[in-house]
């Protein structure tokens, strides 16, 4: 119940195209919702958040979907450039344990 | 400075050797949280503190790890009787832990190699 399940592993994108991840969960608890975005031999940098009182969040190019009912989000990186080949990860947290329960990433390489 | 650090950026240690990271906070920041990172995988929850009060050890895999933040600033990670399984990035974060914040800021993670 505490899993946060990612898809897909791994996405090649052409320059200008719409990049598309998707995470699932079961734990009714979780209450924030952020992406994170890692580049190799780096920590990972938030890119995006979102709580469950919205259904879309965007900033920039970057965009979340959230669907409370069927208990997944999405990220959606638009006109996607070779400089967002990265490993994207989701997560999810409760409010009062706060700790980041983490997808198990997608790899993005965006074709110039 | 203006992000999270942490020492050493790479640690080789043989089997059985006794390891410790180091983490840096952001200045100010409340709460303080350290991750393992498999290779090729996400993150995982080793512990978390409340300035310098550890108030979730849940994600520690074995009494071999230990962390203390005793001035709840900076903390250590300690390894002891390192095994080849605790090879892995360990991740460093912090968060201002006030009201309606969440997010976490990472640093650049300590990669442990043990042979």
């Known amino acids: 119940q505490q899993q946060v399940k990612q898809s897909p592993q791994s996405l090649i994108v052409q320059k200008g195209g719409i990049s598309i991840i998707n995470c699932a969960y079961e734990n009714t608890a979780f209450d924030y919702f952020p992406w994170y975005q890692q580049f190799p031999g780096k920590g990972p940098a938030l890119l995006i958040a979102i709580r469950p009182d919205v259904s879309e969040k965007k900033e920039g190019r970057f965009t979340i979907s959230f669907n409370k009912s069927a208990k997944q989000f999405s990220l959606h990186i638009m006109d996607s450039q070779p400089g967002d080949s990265a490993t994207y990860f989701c997560a999810a947290s409760a409010s009062g344990t706060y700790k980041y329960i983490f997808g198990t990433g997608t790899r993005l390489k965006v074709l110039a | 400075g203006a992000g999270v650090s942490q020492s050493p950026r790479y640690k080789v240690a043989k089997r059985g050797q006794d390891v410790a990271l180091r983490c840096d906070p952001i200045?100010?920041?409340?709460?303080l949280f350290w991750y393992q990172q498999a290779l090729g995988q996400g993150p995982e929850f080793l512990t978390y503190?409340?300035?310098?009060?550890?108030?979730?050890k849940s994600g520690l895999p074995s009494d071999r790890f230990f962390a203390e933040r005793p001035e709840g600033s900076v903390s250590t990670l300690k390894i002891q009787r390192t095994q080849q399984e605790d090879s892995a990035v360990y991740l460093c974060?912090?968060?201002?832990?006030?009201?309606?914040?969440?997010?976490?800021?990472f640093g650049p993670g300590t990669r442990l190699t043990v042979l």
């Open positions: 974060a912090s968060s201002p832990g006030v009201a309606g914040s969440r997010e976490q800021f």
């Open positions: 200045s100010g920041h409340v709460s």
């Open positions: 503190f409340q300035n310098e009060a550890q108030l979730d």
